[in-house]
């Protein structure tokens, strides 16, 4: 075990008198292999002050964390959590970054996670016209369905002359919406393609620099 977690141990063993959120059921507590749970959370990038959760979860069934277990699984499941590769992929999902990395990993770790926030600002800029694109979608739906349903309206019987000069009109207008939203819809079906080869592109790159 690291010096660093022989100095947690005390301040551990305290917290874990703390009441906290049940994270096993029965059988996880019962058939526990603390190793593996602590690698579990520390390759997730969670605190180590989540093993009083696990003893909260287990005391109702008499069963007892093994800290010492725990923090040896805690802290090869951190080295895997704290590497550039990682960082960027955390980056990239627009994920907080953690703060359980060691002295000598921070460094990688952030690094990688500063290319990752690079690549998640331009997977912000395509979900963003890939968003408009979608409104406008759905406005030119919402446009043909009206001009449809005015089209039925004309050829209803006993309307007057005046209802039928209205709806001829809105119809017109319709038409003239319609016309003009398919090629604003072109044009950002285009703006799309464009931001998703500026994704591809620049995720090559930065990954090359992991």
Request: hydrophobic residues 35%; neutral net charge.
């Amino acid at each position: 075990m690291s010096i660093r977690y022989r100095r947690l141990m005390p301040g551990l063993a305290l917290v874990l008198a703390m009441t906290g959120c049940a994270t096993l059921d029965r059988e996880s507590c019962l058939s526990a292999d603390w190793q593996l749970i602590g690698f579990n959370d520390g390759v997730a990038g969670r605190e180590a002050s989540r093993l009083e959760q696990h003893r909260d979860a287990c005391s109702e069934y008499g069963v007892v964390p093994r800290m010492d277990q725990y923090l040896q699984g805690y802290d090869r499941g951190v080295r895997r959590y704290c590497t550039a590769a990682n960082g960027y992929r955390q980056a990239r999902a627009g994920k907080a970054p953690g703060t359980v990395c060691h002295a000598e990993q921070q460094a990688e770790f952030v690094r990688g996670f500063e290319l990752g926030t690079k690549a998640h600002q331009q997977v912000a800029r395509l979900e963003s016209v890939r968003h408009e694109l979608s409104i406008l979608i759905s406005e030119q739906r919402a446009d043909l369905r009206e001009r449809d349903d005015k089209r039925e309206q004309l050829i209803m019987e006993g309307i007057s002359s005046d209802t039928r000069a209205f709806l001829l009109s809105e119809i017109d207008e319709l038409e003239h919406e319609i016309r003009l939203r398919n090629l604003q819809i072109k044009q950002q079906q285009q703006a799309v393609r464009m931001e998703i080869r500026y994704l591809q592109d620049l995720e090559a790159d930065l990954r090359k620099q992991l």
